[in-house]
């Protein structure tokens, strides 16, 4: 996968990007990253990127110009369109789903705002999905690429050491990931749960199963509207149900 990031500020993704897990993927060649300041395609002298709004009001707004050149620039070669991700409070929320689907992808430009919002036209003519971490604004879309990034490449093949590391994560399964424990099995007498150390795979995995359905049933209820569950599960959210009332 080749990532392409557009922003004003290039040197915030140098430790995110060259560290751990990041670096590992771009290594052993899962990945590429290319950061790139798209005030170098402003085309006034003083690389101004962003105007006063038509008909008024506060802040600025960043011109169409320099992130169509930009976004020209950077997908020159490529055999087909890349996926152009406009970071935005007012965009889609993002989710483990759409990581799946972004991690499917060849070629990614995420384009990081600053400043009041972006010309229109921008949204209209120039990218092809926008998204947003969460109901709340952040001073520029570094951050928030930033996260969808991580999220999206260790999902690739073979970045991380074990495969079935992602295919469990929480919110892949449509739940959240079951309790997890390790060394020492009693810590200050608090103690693993037996079951977990009876060596018997089976009643491992039914555990887990049911460990999982009953963190999501007490934290994120709203997750088990359109989770993927089996008869089995349905039958223990129905019994969850009960007990609640």
Not at 24 to 44: H, I, L, M, P
Request: charged share 30%.
């Amino acid at each position: 996968m080749k990532i392409n990031v557009l922003s004003l500020f290039p040197e915030m993704f140098e430790g995110v990007l060259h560290s751990s897990i990041m670096k590992k993927a771009q290594e052993n060649g899962a990945v590429s990253f290319e950061v790139t300041d798209f005030r170098d395609y402003a085309t006034n002298k003083h690389r101004k990127v962003d105007d006063y709004p038509y008909g008024g009001g506060a802040g600025m707004v960043l011109k169409p110009e320099p992130l169509f050149a930009a976004v020209e620039a950077v997908s020159a070669e490529a055999e087909k369109p890349p996926r152009v991700i406009l970071m935005c409070p007012q965009g889609e929320r993002f989710t483990q789903k759409k990581a799946e689907e972004l991690a499917a992808e060849e070629h990614l430009v995420f384009v990081c705002g600053h400043y009041e919002g972006y010309d229109e036209r921008i949204r209209q003519h120039l990218v092809t999905d926008e998204l947003s971490l969460g109901d709340f604004v952040l001073t520029g879309g570094e951050i928030a690429s930033m996260a969808i990034i991580d999220s999206v490449v260790r999902l690739l093949p073979e970045v991380l050491g074990n495969a079935d590391s992602s295919v469990l994560d929480s919110f892949s399964t449509g739940l959240l990931e079951h309790p997890q424990y390790t060394r020492p099995a009693n810590f200050n007498g608090l103690e693993v749960p037996p079951v977990l150390l009876s060596g018997n795979h089976a009643e491992i995995e039914k555990w887990r199963e049911e460990q999982a359905l009953l963190r999501t049933f007490e934290r994120r209820k709203d997750l088990l509207k359109d989770a993927p569950l089996t008869a089995h599960q349905r039958q223990l959210l129905d019994q969850l149900e009960k007990e609640k009332k």
